[in-house]
C-alpha cells in the first residue's frame, strides 16, 4: 500500500515535470486571439470558414461534373426538337433514351460534335434508363473487324464491355438491369447488372473511308442491334418494342444551381457502393446524399466560398483537360483509362472532354500540343513522327493505330485531301527500307511522301491524338509504353 509520503512525492514528480513541459518554448502553448478584437477573431474565423467552404466547392465541382455531362446529354434526349434537329445533322449518335442512335458516316471537319470525334471508327450509342424496367439489347456476332461496346454507368465510369477482345467478336442478347430490380431472367438471355438506374452504351465499329464498300458494311451491322423492354420479350411482335420514357427535368437557376442540380443527380442515381462514403465530406457544405440542395439555409462565409468555388472550377478544368493524363519525356500525355476509382479528378476531365474513355486493354490514347523539344506545335511549321522498326505499336487480334489531327475546338482540322487520321490501315501507306516509318505533319503535302502526310492547319496551335486499339501488354503498360510514342520532331530531320 502506498503512504501519503509515496503519494506527495509523486504528485510532486508530476508537478515538477508539466513545469517542465509548459515553460517550454517549443511545446508551451500561446493564445493566438490574445491581441485581437472580437470583431477580429469573427472575421479571421469567416474567413477560414470560406476557404474550406472553397476547397470543397472545388473537390464537389470536379465530383459532380460527369453526373452534369450525362445529365446534359439525357436533356437532349428527352427534348423532340432538339433530338430531332440533331439526328437529321448527325452530331451525334443520338435517339430517345433505351434507343440506340447511329452515325452512318466516320467524323469529317464539317463536324461539331460535342465530343472529341475520332476518324477511325463509326459510332451506336444509347442512354439507358432502366428504373421502370430493364432493357435487353440485342447486339450480332461480328468477326472480321473490330468492334467494341463500351458500357458505363451514369457517372461515365466503365463496366466490363463486349466486342473484339471481352467477348471474342460475339454478340447476344443481354438484359441490362438497374441495382435494385429482382426478377427471372429470360432464356438466352445475360444479365448485366448496373450499379446505377442510368447508363450508357458506346458501340464503335471500325471502318476506312478510302476502302470502297466498308462504311456501307458497318451501316449493315448497325440494322442487326435492337433493344427491347423486358415486358415486350415475350410478346407477338415485341422484339425492338421499348416504353417511351418521360422524365421531368428540373431547371436550376442561381448562383449555386451547380450545387443544386448536383445534389439531385446524386439522390437520383447514388455512387457505386465502394466509392460512395467519399460523398460524405460534402455535408459541411449542403450536399448530402439524398437530401436537396438549401443554399439559403447555409452560413454566409460557406456560401462566399462555394461562390468563389463555381467561378474557379471551370478555369482548373481548362487546365486539366489540355493536359490531362500523364505526361511523358516525348510530350505525349497518356490518357487516363476510364475505370477510375477515386480518382474523381480523372473522371471529370474524361467526361468533359472524351465522354467515355477507354480501358487499356481496349485502347491506350494519348494527346499533345507540343513537339518532342516541348514546343507547342504550329501549323506554319513542319513536323515528322518517326518510328524505328521496332517502336510500331504491338497489338492484339483485330488493333490498329492512328494519329488524328485536331483544331483547339477539339473537332478534326479541313483540309485539301481530306484526310483527318492517319495510321497503319491507311491505304498507301510507304515504309522505309529497314521497316521504320516517317509520318509527314505539316499544312503543305511532302512531296514525294504524300502517302504519308498528315495536313495540320496552315497557322496557329493544333493538337494531335494518338490512339493504340487492341495493344498488347507491352504497348500499354506505362512502365513500357513510351518505347512506342517517339515525339515530333521539328523542321527538315535528317533520319
Known sequence: MKTLKHLSVAALATLTLSSVLLSSPVLAKKNPDASLSSDQVKARDNVGKENWAYSLGIQAYIYGLPLKVFDRERRLRLNKKKLAYVMAKEICPCAPLNTFGHMTKLATSADDLPYTPNNDTIYSGILLELKDEPIIVTLPDVGGRYWSAQIADSYLENLPYLGSRASGGKGGNYMFAGPDWQG?????????????????????????????????????????????????????????????????????????????????????????????????????????????????????????????????????????????????????????????????????????????????????????????????????????????????????????????????????????????????????????????????VQNKAPKGNESNWLPTPPSGMFRINYRIYLPNEETRNPETLVKFIPGLQKGNVNL
Open 184 to 440: 427471372k431472367v429470360p432464356a438466352n438471355v445475360t444479365l448485366r447488372r448496373m450499379p446505377t438506374n442510368s447508363g450508357v452504351i458506346a458501340l464503335r465499329y471500325g471502318a476506312v473511308k478510302e476502302i470502297a464498300g466498308d462504311v456501307a458494311a458497318v451501316r449493315k451491322i448497325q440494322k442487326q442491334v435492337h433493344t427491347t423492354g423486358l415486358s415486350f420479350w415475350h410478346k407477338k411482335d415485341g422484339f425492338g418494342q421499348v416504353k417511351s420514357i418521360t422524365m421531368q427535368r428540373k431547371t436550376y437557376q442561381g448562383e449555386l444551381a451547380y450545387f443544386e442540380q448536383m445534389a439531385d443527380l446524386l439522390a437520383e442515381n447514388p455512387p457505386r457502393k465502394e466509392t460512395r462514403k467519399s460523398v460524405g465530406m460534402f455535408q459541411s457544405i449542403g450536399i448530402e446524399l439524398g437530401k436537396p440542395f438549401n443554399a439559403a439555409a447555409l452560413d454566409p462565409a460557406i456560401v462566399k466560398g462555394l461562390k468563389r468555388a463555381i467561378n474557379d472550377a471551370p478555369d482548373i478544368m481548362k487546365w486539366k483537360v489540355k493536359y490531362r493524363g500523364t505526361a511523358y519525356a516525348t510530350r505525349w500525355n497518356n490518357l487516363h483509362e476510364g475505370t477510375y476509382g477515386f480518382h474523381f479528378i480523372n473522371r471529370a476531365e474524361g467526361a468533359l472532354e472524351g465522354l467515355l474513355v477507354h480501358n487499356r486493354e481496349e485502347g491506350v490514347y494519348f494527346s499533345t500540343y507540343e513537339d518532342g523539344k516541348g514546343q507547342l506545335l504550329d501549323g506554319s511549321q513542319k513536323y515528322v513522327m518517326h518510328f524505328e522498326k521496332d517502336e510500331l505499336p504491338k497489338l492484339q487480334d483485330k488493333g490498329f493505330w492512328s494519329l488524328t489531327m485536331y483544331g483547339t475546338n477539339f473537332q478534326l482540322v479541313d483540309n485539301e485531301i481530306n484526310r483527318f487520321a492517319i495510321g497503319d490501315r491507311t491505304p498507301g501507306m510507304k515504309y522505309n527500307p529497314d521497316g521504320s516509318l516517317t509520318i509527314y
